[in-house]
């Protein structure tokens, strides 16, 4: 080990070496604390699990779902899966050659240049900005239910529909919800295990509830299981169609991450796909299960606790647990609370991450690249995009009744439009490599070419259809509907904020700070 | 080159971190040492609930080695120093890893955090350093990184009492006055450090008397060619006695750990910690027994 006296001192070599930086960097085995390290398969599992959420997913998502395409829901969760899967390949390979915590962002802007890459960007903010404002707003719901359960006082659950009691304990899940995620504050792997654990288990026991009371004739509005319900091709309409597989991108949404996350595991390379497959089977059944036995107990009329009863949709396991589990619906109450409360950290992370690359390559005010000297977090980004989401969640509060289900269809839309603009970006920065390989013909032109294009179609075609004032929950501002105007919205003030910069930053607009790149050279 | 000791800074890039770097160049010019800041990243194993995302990785370690870079542009030419960053589960832990990686005999570390109260407050990366450190950790008092890197050291003073942990401490203390050249004071707690209730006449008379002995015991320990001045510190609390005593800027107090503390790691007794709370120069608390 030297020791030179300039003070310009290198890092020693150990420490030198970053992954996926300058070549021959990667050393075999990088000991203790040389290397960020990583976590183990159940590790990703439980994170891949924790990131999506089921309990809250499936809560805020099978309502709105089940307005579109009825009792085919199971046949949208099936086929909404295949988009999510041919873009996360994309996204993966994206990962692999340029790892960036700007992800989207950092990838469409070398892909397309600056303009586009902002706005996929803006999109990713948006997008995980509106789920965090709806995490905290079902985890309102929730906690005053299990407050209500736990006293068996029902006239506390109502609390929660106070616009004004709702915003306020919202704020403070959200201050909480920065305050962890500034300090950058984990849960024991074995907390997370336990939490991740019982919310699988709760679930399942919901659906095996709500069978068992359909079998004993006790269901709501019993409705005979068909496998026509797996069938796509049943849904009647395809503006249905796109809405409920926008829907149900929503539900696999962050289960991408267990595909990327372990890139560099200490052993197995097999490790990342392994983890991202069992994690995605999991959801998949669990969320088979829940539709399937939530259509056969309360059926998709619009009675009392029928799935079509707008006044249940946004929010359904909230009014079905107890009509199901009686006494037990506390254990609902707080699966979805946890789960919301877990997935409300990791959300935090993407906005805080992506908003952070844009002000370290210029697209932003540099004040957004600082990192918290003390907890390593994007400190000044993560205050940034709370105080969006309150703002934001409080405006929707007070300006729609439907707020839950609007911000989830609106939420979408944006998953589309930035995923969508990532996948094209896969398939136009690999353009040189397309044909190298059987392989590159399928993972870097066929799958997010294909994915891309689908999420594209899916994108317009719930744009134009939320238009129409009776889309989506039926809220509507000035006679269009409010998914159209909240998405227009979004998209337009990232048009105007992005001109504003190009005014005040023009350098990164001119591709001086991140370039685009030509084409991907040859290995 | 080998022989020369080693000094680890544990590195943030705040005025705490800047405070340690300050505290640990002017230790290392003064004894010779060379020093290897460290900044400690949080590891990604210990994570249960954020993915992990190798761009953002590679965007603190780079965001690091700057801090690194222009923290050791501070420092001077002087010192000889070399640049590290590690992974660890926390702060503490790093740091102690480093410290066995490099085989280094001291830990530096800012005491105070926020900074709000000066130096009366020990910051919670301190806190867990003292109570698991098998190495002996120097505190960095807020406002160390105003103090000139050519102060030096100018004298080091040794916290006596007659409680295990004794021999450790005075061979570190022995060890920093020959490396830095400089006078070794003795300092008996004895006569302060009594159970409370006791007559207070009785008790100062008994305390002088012990703490004298004390003092002839340890001077006697002491090596030869070891220039040792003694002094009893009194008053009627260890607030008292600390204020009482004269401090020179560029001294350095060493302390024992606690009798608490498990064999060979550290743990700040009460009596270490009110004195942190008073000391206006920087403290080293040594293990029982070190290495």
Known sequence: MTHPSDPQAPLTAASSAIPGTAAGSETAKKGKGLSAGSVGLIGAIVIGISCIAPAYTLTAALGPTVSEVGVQVPAIILVGFIPMLLVAFGYRELNRRMPDSGTSFTWATRAFGPWVGWMAGWGLIAATILVLSNLAGIAVDFLFLLISQIVGNPDIAEIAMNPFVNVVTCLLFMLGATWISYRDMQTTQKLQYWLVGFQVLVLVLFSVAALVEVANGNAFDATAIEWSWFNPFAIDSFSAFAAGLSLSIFIFWGWDVTLTMNEETKGSSKTPGQAATITVVTIVILYLLIAVSLIAFAGVGDGEYGLGNPDIQDNVFFHLAGPILGPLAVLVSLAVLTSSASSLQSTFVSPARTLLAMGHYGALPEKFAKVSPRFFTPGYATIVSAIVASVFYTVMRFLSENVLWDTITALGMMICFYYGITAFACVWYFRAQWFRSVRNVFFTLLFPLIGGVILGVLFFTTLIDSMDPDYGSGSSVGGLGLVFVLGMVVLLGGVVVMLWQWHKRPAFFRGETLTAAETESPE | ?291
Not at chain 2, 63 to 78: N, Y
Not at chain 2, 111 to 118: C, E, P, Q, S, T
Not at chain 2, 207 to 235: F, K, W
């Open chain 2, 1 to 291: 080159m080998s022989a020369a000791p080693r000094i680890v800074a544990g590195y943030t890039a705040d005025d705490s971190g800047a405070d340690a770097l300050a505290l640990a160049g002017r230790l290392a010019r003064a004894s010779g040492a060379l020093l290897e800041v460290v900044m400690v990243l949080p590891s990604e194993a210990r994570n249960a609930s954020v993915p992990t995302d190798a761009g953002y990785e590679r965007f603190l370690k780079e965001q690091s080695r700057a801090w690194l870079t222009t923290a050791s542009r501070a420092l001077g030419d002087d010192v000889e120093r070399a640049l590290h960053i590690r992974y660890a589960e926390s702060f503490a832990e790093g740091l102690i890893q480093a410290a066995h990686e490099f085989g280094a005999r001291l830990i530096v570390v800012g005491a105070a955090r926020g900074g709000l109260f000066g130096r009366s407050r020990i910051g919670s990366v301190a806190d867990e350093l003292l109570h698991s450190s098998d190495v002996p950790v120097a505190l960095a008092p807020a406002g160390s990184r105003e103090v000139p890197v050519d102060l030096g050291v100018t004298r080091v003073t040794t916290m006596i009492g007659t409680r295990p942990g004794a021999d450790a401490l005075l061979e570190a203390s022995v060890r920093l006055a020959r490396q830095t050249e400089t006078p070794l004071r003795l300092l008996s707690l004895a006569s302060i450090d009594l159970p409370a209730g006791l007559d207070e006449h009785l008790a100062a008379l008994t305390g002088s008397a012990h703490a004298d002995e004390v003092l002839d015991e340890a001077r006697r320990a002491l090596p030869d060619g070891i220039a040792a001045s003694a002094a009893t510190a009194t008053g009627s609390s260890i607030e008292d006695a600390v204020r009482a005593l004269d401090w020179e800027p560029g001294e350095m107090v060493l302390v024992g750990s606690s009798r608490l503390a498990a064999p060979r790691h550290l743990f700040l007794g009460s009596t270490a910690a009110k004195m942190l709370r008073e000391l206006p120069v920087p403290m080293i608390v040594v293990p029982r027994t070190t290495a």
